[in-house]
């Protein structure tokens, strides 16, 4: 069988990086409970303020991977996808391929009728600045992890077809204890996966698959949309979803639960 070849990131990783599995399973151990602890802080806060908490916390998620593949395994932030090569290009792009990918969903819905739009008269400007750059903290933080480190890591251990997989696999699982989860979000958000790891190996750019979650995700969020089962209240918009046809919408899970974010 002819798997895909490595991209120069995964083959940094390969040349250069230091531990096998264990060393894999380790890192893993320890960025799960970075993680845990930025939910648990996030927690402690109020709905909108604990959101905005936990997604700037994220940084030390992104700080433990960054630290971990330096000093433990030995590797630089190259082998993580990470470059600063046509920055604004590239993030740029994938901002933009975010905002396309979910308007696309939301007009599907329209068409269907499965969703309604008004305004919301309590926005709140200041709040959805933050938002937004807290969103670009908590999206490429992900993508450092499961596409960064996970696939990379693996890519180069095995294949890159395994890598592309396997972290496809755990970005749906890690997706698994949100709030309203159902079997086509997790489906879906596997798909997703997938996509933004084929994204990652053509374009072996981080940035740009970071720019790309970060997109998705605000997007809904100020749609007044549940992302991955978690809502925004102080969003531009009010979208109503019709109870009788959450399979196209995805009810409480969010746009990602619906068949229409899957086709």
């Known amino acids: 069988m002819k798997y895909l070849p490595l991209t120069k990131s995964a083959e940094l990783t390969k040349n250069y990086r230091r531990g096998g599995w ?3 399973i380790i890192g893993l151990l320890i960025f799960s409970l970075v993680s845990s602890l930025v939910i648990q802080i996030g927690s402690f806060f109020s709905d909108s303020f604990g959101i905005l908490i936990q997604l700037y916390f994220y940084s030390l998620v992104i700080l433990a991977i960054i630290l971990y593949s330096k000093f433990v395994e030995k590797r630089d932030i190259q082998s993580l996808g990470i470059s600063s090569k046509n ?46 750059f807290g969103f670009c903290i908590q999206g490429f933080a992900e993508e450092l992890l499961f596409k960064g480190y996970i696939m990379n890591t693996i890519a180069s251990m095995s294949n890159m077809t395994i890598g592309i997989v396997i972290n496809s696999v755990i970005f749906s699982l890690n ?3 949100n709030p309203n989860v159902t079997s086509i979000g997790l489906i879906n958000i596997f798909l997703l996966g997938f996509l933004l790891s084929l994204i990652f190996f053509y374009s072996d750019n981080l940035y740009l698959v970071g720019a790309l979650h970060s997109s998705w995700n605000f997007f809904i969020a100020i749609l007044g949309l549940p992302v991955s089962g978690k809502i925004v209240n102080e969003t531009i918009f009010r979208i109503k979803t019709i109870d009788s046809l959450s399979i196209l919408n995805g009810g409480n899970f969010g746009l990602e639960g619906g068949l229409l974010a899957t086709i």
């Open 175 to 177: 997706h698994a204890i």
């Open 87 to 132: 920055f604004t290009k590239n993030y740029s792009f994938g901002a933009i391929l975010g905002f396309v990918m979910i308007g696309a969903t939301i007009i599907g819905n329209l068409i269907m009728q499965s969703i309604s739009i008004s305004i919301n008269n309590n926005v709140n400007i200041l709040y959805l600045i933050l938002l937004l």
């Open 22 to 24: 264990i060393t894999l």
